[in-house]
């Protein structure tokens, strides 16, 4: 069973029925991570955003999915951070060379490996991915699109950089006869517009619309690839917008179905993105529907290191949070409202979270099978609720409040419900964990003893099955003192952990 997904697009600043251009197949990209440190919680709020989306697409939508997410390994972040002498260096990487290319794929292969384990952590596949691209490998592609660019009398040389003029884009008539807009993915006032003058920045402010660059030519000893315009070399590197449009098309062809990202991405990467694609390849659009994530807050502030509230996985694990508590807590709020991070709020959902968890164990043990033959209990609301609230705009927080209606019911008849009835509830949890993506449909795990633990119950046992009361108590509260509890039955006895 599928359903149609509705999507809000960015574009037409409304929800949409999505439907890809070619049928079956949704072609989607994502703005990926600038590899020059760890990512954060809300950069991966963007990520989990993205997945959601596109396992969605794949659950419920039926679609093969091709989904792009590009690794940025070279902008002002990076080599500022890989190069020689750089406080950002880290013993773990290995030494630096001095050669600016080798230390700078050493640098960023280093965060590139840390992001991937993070990714991993929250519940996003590698295996979901069509490509995850460098940007350093699609430099001759880049080159290709601004040389399209230039020739198209919307890039200039100056300075040893290349440019991308606003002016002339906002004259340019593509061959299908339509005018090129800039602003149509984040509206901007004809005041903000500043013809003529030049931005190097990879990110720049957000109040107006200059020249931006295409080229970067080469400063001090930054690593740089040679590059003849116009009939004069000009070396340097790419600027960070060209990556996104050069590789979105040579790996999806445009125009694709679907452009992700946070909403900070809209302007000016975005419509820079969307504005070379048109000026170079005479695409009207880089992609049918764009995604946009709001951001995250951390106990109702924006994060940031001069308040203390700046979060990377790891410092939540540290804190014992585990990272798919973290991705199901994202899912209480619908991906355009502000997600508000709170500790409280991991702790309330990772509850919900567990109690799902144990009706799927509780399946498991009364031999439920997903593959088995299925019947529809009377009293279990059909599972399409939940469906539904994903495929309305990824509705995410009413799809948990139908999903736990489910699970209550599905708890309620639990012990009278058939065998077929059992391997159905167990087969839509599993279809609703094909999108959700937090839970295990293992048997229960059987928990890891220590030796010694293992020892002093072995030892209690023994005194309770001698009938020595005391020492049997005396080595219960051991084992509870070392955060063990052991239930007693009739053919031996079971340790767990205290929750
Ligand atoms: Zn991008």
């Known amino acids: 069973m599928t359903l149609p997904i509705r ?25 990926g991570p600038t590899v020059y440190d760890t990512a954060h919680i809300g950069n991966l709020r963007a990520f989990i955003a993205a997945d959601t989306l596109q396992r969605t697409l794949r659950t419920i939508g039926g679609y093969d999915v091709r989904w792009v997410m590009n690794v ?21 990487m290995g030494p630096q060379t001095g050669d600016a290319l080798v230390d700078l794929r050493t640098f960023t292969m280093y965060f590139e490996r840390l992001f991937k384990a993070d990714i ?26 601004i040389l399209d660019i230039v020739r198209h009398g919307v890039g200039y040389v100056s300075d040893g950089s290349v440019y ?63 590059f003849e315009v116009d009939g004069q070399n000009v070396p340097g590197r790419p600027g960070w917008h060209i990556e996104c449009s050069a590789m979105s098309k040579v790996l999806l062809g445009l125009p694709f179905d679907i452009h992700t990202g946070g909403v900070d991405l809209r302007f000016p990467h975005h419509e820079d993105e969307l504005a070379q694609c048109t000026a170079g390849y005479h695409s009207h659009d880089q992609a049918m529907f764009w995604f946009h994530n709001e951001f995250l807050e951390v106990e109702g502030r924006k994060m940031s290191k001069s308040l203390g509230n700046f979060f990377v996985l790891s410092d939540l694990v540290q804190r014992g949070l585990d990272p798919l508590d973290i991705r199901y807590a ?52 059909s599972i399409a609720s939940v469906f539904e609230r994903f495929a309305d705009d990824l509705h995410t927080p009413t799809a948990m409040s139908e999903l736990y209606g489910y699970v209550s019911s599905v708890d309620v008849v639990m012990n009278t419900m058939s065998d077929s009835e059992r391997n159905a509830a167990l087969a839509d949890l599993s279809r609703v964990n094909d999108v959700v993506a937090v839970w295990s449909f293992d048997a229960r795990p059987t928990h890891s003893i220590p030796a010694r633990i293992q020892q002093l119950a072995d030892e209690r046992w023994a005194a309770r099955s001698a009938k020595n009361w005391a020492e049997s108590d005396r080595l219960r509260d051991v084992l509870a003192a070392e955060g063990w509890s052991v239930k007693d039955g009739a053919a031996g006895y079971v340790l767990e952990p205290r929750s």
């Open 7 to 31: 999507l809000y697009n960015s574009l037409t600043k409304s929800v949409e029925t999505f439907s890809p251009v070619h049928d079956g197949i949704v072609r989607m990209y994502s703005c």
């Open 72 to 92: 940025t390994d070279i902008d002002d972040k990076t080599i500022d951070g890989s190069a020689r002498g750089s406080v950002r260096w880290k013993e773990d």
């Open 120 to 145: 991993q952590a929250v519940g996003i596949r590698q295996d979901h991915f069509f490509a995850m691209p460098r940007a350093t490998d699609y430099i001759k592609d880049m080159q290709e699109l």
């Open 164 to 226: 991308f003029s606003t002016s002339a884009y906002r004259n340019l008539e593509l061959p299908d006869g339509r005018r090129a807009t800039y602003g149509r993915i984040f509206q901007i006032d004809e005041e903000h517009f500043r013809e003529g003058v030049r931005i190097d920045a990879d990110e720049y402010d957000r109040e107006s619309v200059s020249d931006f660059v295409l080229w970067k030519g080469r400063k001090g000893q930054e690593p740089y690839w040679d």
């Open 330 to 381: 994202m899912m209480s709020a619908h991906y355009r409202s502000v997600y508000n991070f709170t500790f409280e709020n991991v702790s309330a959902m990772a509850k919900g979270r567990r109690r799902i968890q144990e009706t799927i164990w509780k399946l498991i043990e009364h031999g439920a099978s997903r593959d088995g033959e299925k019947q529809y209990h009377s009293d279990v609301p």
